[in-house]
């Protein structure tokens, strides 16, 4: 067991969507970005393909990410009639959930297989017998109307299905990437998914990012945080980017990088451990 008073828990965060293309992944490499910069320790997981023999999305940016949705394996279990290989096949997710301490980005195709895991083997029963780490959720969508509606859905679904998937706190992500949501404010669904804020979900919006690199880093399987690590000279060897190019803008991806990671801190979205988070709620 581990000493507890010397070893304080770090959080799970699990980064998620319904839809594909939501940027989901990119909220999970700020988080990586961000417990770098505060020097917290995490480890990285993907659920996020299952197509054979490739690494997921967040694997292609980071090293070492265990990947829990690829293999000739998983893609055999969607065709057998047992459904008990599923349930089996998912306990990986489990063992990572009670290792606590990931950043764990989680694809639309894998999203009701986890939570249906969950329920099979009462997952939360177990979770907190074992005091496992607290698991927060973080769910992106995009500006699009079915986006939202699957984002409000996602969110209600995981209040219904707390009792097996339990969840410490629930953030939804705006990412303004095509566009910003004033046009939704009147969209029954999107103030159903502001709503939740009263049950203490946070809100969160990130602006997009308009820097002359970002299709380059999108091209390569670049992570923000490794390019943040570049300089315009890395650039212009390594790509052929123009120095002035690399210049503006690696400039305007720190700036951006910088105002995501605020508007997380801003809403409790940020590397804590059980005794920080203790401390804080008894200064309150």
């Known amino acids: 067991m581990r000493d507890q008073e010397n070893d304080p828990m770090t959080r799970t965060y699990i980064s998620m969507a319904k839809t594909g293309g939501q940027g989901k992944t990119l909220v999970a490499q700020m988080l990586v970005l961000q417990h770098e910069q505060k020097g917290a320790p995490v480890k990285l997981a993907a659920a996020d393909s299952d197509t054979l023999n490739q690494r997921s999305k967040f694997g292609r940016l980071f090293a070492g990410v265990k990947e829990l949705g690829i293999g000739e394996q998983l893609t055999n279990i969607k065709t057998s009639t047992d459904p008990n290989l599923a349930i089996k096949y998912w306990d990986e997710f489990g063992r990572t959930l009670l290792e606590g301490g990931y950043v764990v980005d989680v694809g639309a195709n894998v999203a009701a297989d986890l939570f249906a895991w969950a329920e099979a083997r009462n997952a939360g029963a ?159």
């Open 126 to 284: 177990l979770l907190r017998r074992r005091n496992s780490n607290p698991i927060d959720l973080i769910v992106t969508t995009k500006a699009e109307a079915q986006a939202i509606e699957d984002a409000r859905a996602l969110i209600q679904y995981s209040f219904d299905k707390n009792e097996w998937l339990p969840f410490g706190r629930r953030f939804v992500v705006l990412n303004e990437v095509a566009g910003g949501f004033g046009p939704y404010e009147n969209d029954q669904s999107f103030r159903r998914l502001k709503s939740f804020q009263s049950q203490g979900v946070g809100l969160i919006t990130i602006k997009r990012c308009e820097s002359d690199i970002w299709k380059l880093l999108e091209k390569e399987f670049i992570s923000v945080r490794d390019a943040l690590k570049m300089t315009d000279a890395d650039l212009e060897k390594r790509y052929g980017i123009d120095v002035w190019t690399g210049h503006s803008g690696l400039t305007d991806l720190r700036a951006w990088a910088q105002e995501t990671l605020t508007a997380f801190e801003k809403a409790g979205l940020f590397p804590a451990t059980e005794r920080a988070d203790a401390e804080a709620a008894s200064a309150e």
